[in-house]
Each structure stands twice: as structure tokens, then as C-alpha cells.
């Protein structure tokens, strides 16, 4: 069965930085999209990156220039780095995989993994 697992969630301070890490199994990244989500408490799941099975990239404004999204097909991983960042990052963060192409829309990813904190606080 497929899986994907995320890590690298954590306690920081603003302006601090964490490398979100989403290990897939069962599956060749090669040939699908990973998206990153996150949902803080209260508030709807929201895109926050996705990185396509030919390697194109996609960011929502809110974390433009301060989060980069990367993948190590050799690792079958795929990294989310977060820069700069902000109280309102607060969220669990989950990544997610469809075939190919990204998309914004939760309901055509086919798996996620189970989330990992990100608390930016001081």
C-alpha cells in the first residue's frame, strides 16, 4: 500500500527555519505530484506548495519566496523548506500524492500521510 510520511515538524521562533520532509513508499516519485497542505485549527486544509512528476513548481502567494519545494527522486522524497517564518505558518502540514500534475484541490489527491506539527511561536 502506499505511503508517504512526513517529518521535520517542530517548535520555532519567528523568522526561524524547518526542512518539512515527505518520504514516499510503494511508489515512484518519478511518475507523480506530491502536494504539501496545511490546516491550522479551525480553518479549512490549504495548499501550500506541489512539486509535479516533471519537476515544475507551484506556490501560493502566502509562502512566495520564503518556502521551497524540492524532491530526491533517488530518496523517493520530497522536502519542503521553510524560511522566514511566520506565527500564522502555524498549521499540521501533510503532503499528498496524484499522478502527475498538481492541483490545488484536496479531493484529487489519492493518498496523504498522517501531518506533522509546525508551531512558530517565541
Known amino acids: 500500500q502506499v505511503q508517504l510520511v512526513e517529518s521535520g515538524g517542530g517548535l520555532v521562533q519567528p523568522g526561524g527555519s524547518l526542512r518539512l520532509s515527505c518520504a514516499a513508499s510503494r511508489f515512484s516519485l518519478a511518475n507523480y505530484a506530491i502536494g504539501w497542505f496545511r490546516q491550522a485549527p479551525g480553518k479549512e486544509r490549504e495548499g501550500v506548495s506541489c512539486i509535479s512528476s516533471d519537476g515544475s513548481t507551484d506556490y501560493a502567494d502566502s509562502i512566495k519566496g520564503r518556502f521551497t519545494i524540492s524532491r530526491d527522486n533517488a530518496k523517493n522524497t520530497v522536502y519542503l523548506q521553510m524560511n522566514s517564518l511566520k506565527p500564522e505558518d502555524t498549521a499540521v502540514y501533510y503532503c499528498?500524492?496524484?499522478?502527475?500534475?498538481?492541483?490545488?484541490?484536496?479531493?484529487?489527491?489519492?493518498?496523504w500521510g498522517q501531518g506533522t506539527q509546525v508551531t512558530v511561536s517565541s
Open positions: 499528498a500524492q496524484r499522478y502527475r500534475r498538481c492541483s490545488w484541490y484536496t479531493r484529487t489527491y489519492d493518498y
